[in-house]
């Protein structure tokens, strides 16, 4: 499945590559491969020319007039002259001779092309004594009359073989830049003004479905460089909006506005204050977008001090000394521009370089842009006036790069979402995996606290069945020590002979099997405190055999007890001497317990393979069958007295099990009442045998 969506992701990918690497075709095609607007020479009257007037003080129409007539004359004037500048208000009128030659009647507009003039008022001669009088706002004159156009252009008529001369006032606060042109084809600017207009709708309708997005974005993930992008958007619609407001007449009716709420001339200072802030607010926005981290501290001080000068620059443009310079600011504010467009293309670059994924969408997003930026930067330093043409195409390149950055950031969103979801399966996986390896723990948990409670249960029934045959066992035999020895203590000479050495044997049974009780308990003790040390080595069996013997012979002889041992020649094996000695000991005691007077007990030892068994076969009683099951489960059995009503307590068998499972050995019983026993173990084989 995430293989299907990964092809579907790159399917998707390459067809957006592919529409915006048309889409930026079309930019440069389109505005190199086509004529620039469709202007016209003017029809200037043979022998004349264009002339400009800029007077002293302000002047009446009638004193303009009156000061020609008294020979002040207009000189040359061409669109080629800066602007003119002022400390008050500059006023310059252009003297316009017009004539039509040809045979029909001719109609034409004239267009101011710099459209950030206060104020532009034509006199337009109507009969031999009136003018019309058109202006490029409202005026409160009835005898002045608004032009149609929003932006500064007047319709003129020329009768065949006509000829008339018109008078341009142009007025602000501060300069003025006298460049006018001419249409000879009314429906082509007609078209041309439609055609601005279907523009701004589409642009600006665009760049209010790019915030909403974004902000949608934003709102769910919280991105610092969706912040920056949504304020670079916002900036850009203003900033548009104030350009279109000069450029076209569909602005303000999409607004719904029928007049400029601001002046001509503040529209001028916050359109290239809010170039400025646009172009930080753009720099910004890369810088967060692409990360900090791939370049270097020297590098990240200096974007942050050109962003704090530009953010302190912008509102002085817009409001402060900035308009000082009058028409001088264009030029540093596109320069300005330029420069960040051409330094978020570098730092793109530098990022792709870098091995960053997202970079490759800011360079090509820039690339265009870069274009235009820098035709619109030659055309501000050479003094010409923007064109409409030129700025619907910079506006355009805007579009391509907001278009893929958006895109870029939903890629990234859906990436982010995607690594989002993974995470939660990742963390869902590991909370999965940690509940089931807490649910095993706590099994095992539960069922080691089952086993040590089973087992405390049963070291506490050893330990009760231990006290009573303590009571009991032990004290038998000391009050019949004590019995007997108070007897031979008060009257020694009046037992016989037979009858002391009676009593010498009970007392030397019974001294016997408290002596065997005690070492029995010594041992059971310091196996259950895990104190008995083990040193396992290589030991030969007879000396096993021989000191397991060593200790029970006496026994056994006073029973008249036939002792056998098979052994093998030269047998080790590897093991503990005390433990197994222990181990046999307890055996043969037992057996002779239980083995009646005349009776024999078998003692053998084979080696099989790596193994050496050890078996010990009696003549005694044998034992009961739930004697045998307890001793095959590894299970104390309970303490019966002997033949001749030696004691225990149940702890030989016990201490055998403990000695033998420390060798990884079980001891194992074969047994019937009236049928004796046979017990067997057995230990490895020593390395010395081969």
Known sequence: MPKKKSNFHSDYSIVFWILASLAIAWGILGFYGKPRDSHSAFPISEGDSLGIYLPQRPMTFEGVLAATQEGATFTPFDNSSRAITGNDQVHVWIRIPLENTSEYSQTGIIELKHHWTSLARIFIPSNEATYAIYQNSPSNDPNIQQTPYKIPAFQIQLSAGESKVIYLKLQDAHWVSPKISYWDAPIEFQNTIQSNERFVHIYIGLLIGLFIANLAAYLAFRFKDIGYYLLYLLAAFVINLLNFNAYNSGTLKLAGIHQTALTPDANFFLFHGLLILTACLHLLFVHEFLGRGHLSPRINRTLNWILVSLFALAPMVMFGPGVLLGDHIRLPAISIWLGVTLSVLALGIHAMLKGISQARYLVVANCLLAIFSIRYWFVTLSGQTMEARLLHFWLYAACVEMVILSYALIERFMQTHQEKKQAQAKLLEEARSHAELQSQF???????????????????????????????????????????????????????????????????????????????????????????????????????????????????????????????????????????????RNLLSNAVKFVPEGGSIHLEVAQQNMEVQFSLQDSGTGMQPEQVASIRRQQPITSTRGLDGEYGVGLGFGICFELLSEHQSQLKVDSAPQQGSRFYFSLTSSDLDS
């Not at 002391?500 to 196996?527: C, D, H, K, Y």
Request: charged share 25%.
């Open 442 to 584: 706590n099994s095992k948990l539960t069922e080691t606290v089952h086993s040590r409670t089973h087992e405390l249960e049963e070291s506490n029934q050893q330990k009760e069945r231990l006290i009573e045959f303590l009571a009991h066992d032990i004290r038998t035999p000391l009050n019949a020590l004590v019995s007997v020895s108070s007897l031979l203590a008060r009257s020694p000479g009046e037992f016989s002979q037979e009858r002391l050495e009676a009593f010498a044997q009970q007392i030397e049974g019974n001294a016997r099997g408290v002596s065997e009780l005690m070492e029995n308990l010594l041992s059971w003790a310091t196996l259950r405190n895990k104190r008995m040390q083990f040193h396992k080595q290589d030991y030969l069996v007879d000396d096993l055999i021989l000191e397991a013997l060593a200790m029970i012979r006496t026994q056994a002889q006073l029973k008249s007890i036939q002792l056998h041992t098979q052994l093998p020649r030269a047998c080790y094996v590897y093991c503990d001497f005390n433990a197994i000695v222990s181990v046999l």
